[in-house]
């Protein structure tokens, strides 16, 4: 069965500091992989995507993420963190033939200054 | 703003109780999911609809149902209400039924007391 694993329930980070945010999944064959991410009292907001193609994708708000398939990982990255980035970051998968998405546990990140 | 809505925002009921969650697609978006968001759970798909009909089935307990009607929008009906049903129930509407992206409304909060 495909599943998401995330790594660290909770980051903190200092502001202007790098952002890593770290998920694995397990496919046999490479899903559309997501990130969402969750302010307080709001819904899911799509922050990037990758279906196929180009390996780096950008999303908005600065964030990025880059699927490995020999690792099986699509890690989030942003190169400075802002006070406002302070959220749940969930990472997702669409297996392929399938229409539904897997979440991770979520990544509660914190941002001090 | 995703373009999906949700009613009611929140809902307080009692075991036992049947409650109906109501969601609105974005215009021009033919699919509707169904997702529930709990501490122990985490996120999880439920149901999915395509234009009326029922196009993939998650962990959706049997006294749960939805439906989608011809105007598009859709409802989750939860009966017999347990502690363990409370829970954030996340609506997410796509253009497509296959592997597109999905844009999440703000979510109804169920407590069951």
């Known amino acids: 069965a495909q599943s998401v694993t995330q790594l660290g329930s909770h980051v903190s980070v200092s502001e202007g500091a790098l952002v890593l945010l770290r998920c694995n999944y397990s496919s046999s064959v490479p899903p559309y992989l997501f990130w969402y991410v969750q302010y307080p009292n709001q819904g899911l907001q799509l922050l990037l995507k990758y279906t196929t193609g180009a390996t780096l994708v950008k999303g908005i708000n600065g964030f990025e993420a880059e699927f490995k398939k020999s690792e099986t990982s699509f890690h989030l990255t942003k190169p400075s963190a802002h006070m406002s980035d302070a959220a749940e970051y969930f990472c997702?998968?669409?297996?392929?033939?399938?229409?539904?998405?897997?979440f991770g546990a979520g990544t509660r990140l914190a941002v001090h200054p | 703003d995703s373009g999906v809505t949700q009613t009611p925002k929140h809902l307080i009921t009692a075991t036992g109780q049947r409650v109906t969650l109501r969601c609105s697609p974005r215009s021009g978006d033919l699919s509707v999911y169904w997702y529930q968001q709990s501490l122990d759970q985490g996120l999880q798909f439920l149901i999915q609809y395509y234009n009326g009909e029922e196009r993939a089935k998650g962990n959706i307990l049997e006294r749960f149902s939805a439906q989608q009607f011809p105007d598009l929008h859709s409802e989750l009906n939860l009966s017999s209400l347990e502690l363990g049903d409370s829970a954030l129930y996340f609506c997410?509407?796509?253009?497509?039924?296959?592997?597109?992206?999905?844009?999440f409304g703000p979510g109804t909060r169920l407590l069951v007391l």
């Open positions: 997702a998968v669409s297996p392929s033939g399938y229409n539904k998405l897997i």
């Open positions: 997410a509407s796509s253009a497509g039924s296959y592997q597109e992206t999905q844009y």
